[in-house]
């Protein structure tokens, strides 16, 4: 059973890093697109506030796993 809690945490790390990334390159296309067009200041920043939720996201998930290995180990 250890080991796939193991495979769990590791399949849910690997989707954490995978929303990361993805988020940090769709956050720099929205950027330049949104220069690039002219987009109003509003959706930029609705971009910016989508990229965020991402990342508190992904800080919350990180936590969550370190938790649990710290259960796991003790």
């Given amino acids: 059973m250890g080991q796939d809690r193991d495979m ?15 988020t940090m390159l769709l956050w720099f296309a929205a950027q330049y697109l949104g220069g ?8 930029v920043f609705l971009f910016d506030f989508l990229a965020l939720a991402a990342f508190a996201w992904a800080l919350i998930n990180v936590f969550w796993i370190w938790r649990a290995r710290q259960s796991d180990e003790g």
Avoid at 8 to 22: F, K, N, S
Avoid at 36 to 42: A, C, N
Wanted: no cysteine; charged share 25%; aromatic share 4%.
């Fill in 8 to 22: 769990q945490l590791a399949r849910r790390a690997r989707l954490v890093g995978v929303v990361m990334v993805a």
């Fill in 36 to 43: 690039r067009l002219g987009l109003e200041v509003r959706y």
